[in-house]
């Protein structure tokens, strides 16, 4: 089974809007990564967050991580076109280690 | 720039036919990742390998093989190919010690 599910599966919203999606994981974790992956290609790395932090942030990225919960969520701040894509948690238990992803919120930011 | 290369972004291969899908990093990465990608499904792994000649077993090793000769170079291979291999393969590395995976654009491979 996936270790890390996310929520929803897809999401469409108009540009300007916030976008925000949610990971849920099962076992204990030392980092949780969101990835983004724009149609047919690789995934491209975005942000970080360890297991003793609760918020980071990045430009218009915002990620927080509640441990009790084994959940994580990405928000997207004033959301653009370009911002269109798939978005992936993945979790180790150790740094350099196997990274195991979730399946994916489809986000269509609308112009 | 840091690369991940995948030999090819789009194959198409015949049932039964042994297919390699080559994947060349050149960042030094110790540690080396192929997934297979399905919708609805995310990305699974198959094989990784932590060090040359070295290979781990992921989820889905079945009908999969790896070779990992030199640091630089990991290569999937499907020792006979079957219709249910179609999907989108990825490869990835990571350094020792850090968390940042370096994906390839990716092999969509079609299996006839």
């Known amino acids: 089974s996936q270790q890390g599910e996310e929520d929803p599966q897809a999401l469409s919203i108009q540009e300007g809007e916030n976008a925000t999606m949610n990971c849920s994981y099962k076992?204990?974790?030392?980092?949780l990564q969101w990835y983004r992956q724009n149609s047919g290609r690789g995934l491209v790395h975005l942000i970080l967050?360890?297991?003793?932090?609760r918020e980071k942030h990045s430009g218009r990225l915002r990620v927080t991580l509640d441990t009790s919960k084994k959940s994580s969520s990405l928000l997207i701040t004033a959301s653009r076109a370009a911002d269109t894509a798939s978005y992936f948690c993945?979790?180790?238990?150790?740094?350099?280690?196997?990274?195991?992803f979730g399946e994916g919120t489809q986000l269509t930011v609308n112009p | 720039d840091v690369k991940v290369t995948q030999s090819s972004r789009y194959l198409v291969k015949r049932t039964g036919e042994k297919v390699f899908l080559e994947c060349v990093q050149d960042?030094?990465?110790?540690?080396m990742f192929w997934y297979r990608q399905d919708p609805g499904l995310g990305l699974r792994l198959i094989y990784f390998?932590?060090?040359?000649?070295?290979?781990e077993k992921g989820d889905i090793p079945e009908g999969y093989s790896v070779s990992r000769e030199k640091k630089e170079r990991f290569s999937l291979i499907l020792e006979s190919a079957s219709t249910n291999q179609t999907s989108m393969y990825l490869c990835?590395?990571?350094?020792?010690?850090?968390?940042?995976?370096?994906f390839g654009q990716g092999t969509r491979l079609t299996v006839v």
């Open positions: 990835a590395s990571i350094g020792a010690g850090k968390t940042e995976a370096f």
């Open positions: 390998s932590y060090d040359v000649k070295m290979k």
């Open positions: 960042m030094d990465h110790e540690n």
């Open positions: 993945a979790t180790d238990k150790t740094s350099g280690s196997r990274l195991t």
């Open positions: 967050i360890r297991s003793n932090e």
């Open positions: 076992t204990s974790i030392n980092n």
